[in-house]
């Protein structure tokens, strides 16, 4: 059964300081892995999307890598801003005839304090 | 562009009540997906549309209809409510299916 597993499940930082989020999956084959974020009381929106042949990827103060070997994704944020506080979750899409069957993690809820 | 609205925001329903949730995209996207999101748990899909006149069946369907009879359109609906279908339900839409989802706000629904 395809997976996605997120660590951690929350994390709290103070302002300023980086943090990195975890995703591994089980999904195969494997098309695409997507990180979004997703405030509080409102629907996600997407932050990067990575493909298979590609490691890193930044968008702003975040970055995300991909090692396809292994299976695992990361989420850095670096610098972080009380509008960080949100949850992050990893998706990834299958490359077979279920593409439109995403596999959703289940976030890690992040909090930024001052 | 509005994206992609809800109707309604919040519902309360008793067990055994029907109702309807509304999905509408301004984008002109021909993919339209409905989920759940219930607490610690990744978002799951329930029915998904690749065209307007088309639905098909996601990761958790039952207890669930779908109908999209115009493209910008999706509509959810829940015949006789139970308690386990209390969630949070969430559209989204896209231009194809390997293309980014963009999702609504959401609609919190409570079954008593």
């Known amino acids: 059964k395809n997976q996605v597993e997120q660590s951690p499940q929350s994390l709290i930082i103070l302002e300023g300081k980086n943090c990195t989020l975890q995703?591994?999956?089980?999904?195969?084959?494997?098309?695409?892995l997507r990180w979004y974020k997703q405030d509080t009381g409102r629907g996600p929106v997407s932050l990067t999307i990575?493909?298979?042949?590609?490691n890193t990827k930044s968008n702003g103060r975040y970055t995300a890598t991909l090692d396809a070997d292994t299976k695992q994704s990361s989420l850095h944020i670096t610098a972080s801003q009380l509008s960080d506080s949100a949850s992050y979750i990893c998706?990834?899409?299958?490359?077979?005839?279920?593409?439109?069957?995403?596999?959703f993690g289940g976030g890690t809820r992040l909090m930024v304090k001052p | 562009n509005a994206g992609v609205t809800q109707t309604p925001k919040f519902r309360v329903l008793k067990t055994g009540q029907s109702m309807t949730l509304l999905c509408a995209q301004d984008?002109?996207?021909?993919?339209m997906y409905w989920y759940r999101q219930d607490p610690g748990m990744g978002l799951r899909l329930i029915h998904y549309?690749?065209?307007?006149?088309?639905?098909a069946k996601g990761e958790v369907p039952d207890g669930y209809n779908v109908s999209r009879l115009k493209k910008q359109n999706f509509l959810l609906g829940l015949e006789s409510a139970a308690p386990s279908q209390t969630s949070v339900y969430f559209c989204?839409?896209?231009?194809?299916?390997?293309?980014?989802?963009?999702f609504g706000p959401g609609t919190r629904l409570t079954v008593l």
């Open positions: 549309s690749v065209g307007e006149g088309t639905t």
């Open positions: 995703c591994n999956y089980t999904v195969s084959p494997f098309s695409n």
């Open positions: 990575m493909t298979f042949s590609e």
């Open positions: 998706v990834v899409r299958p490359g077979n005839n279920a593409g439109n069957m995403l596999t």
């Open positions: 989204a839409s896209s231009w194809a299916g390997p293309n980014e989802q963009f």
């Open positions: 984008m002109n996207h021909e993919y």
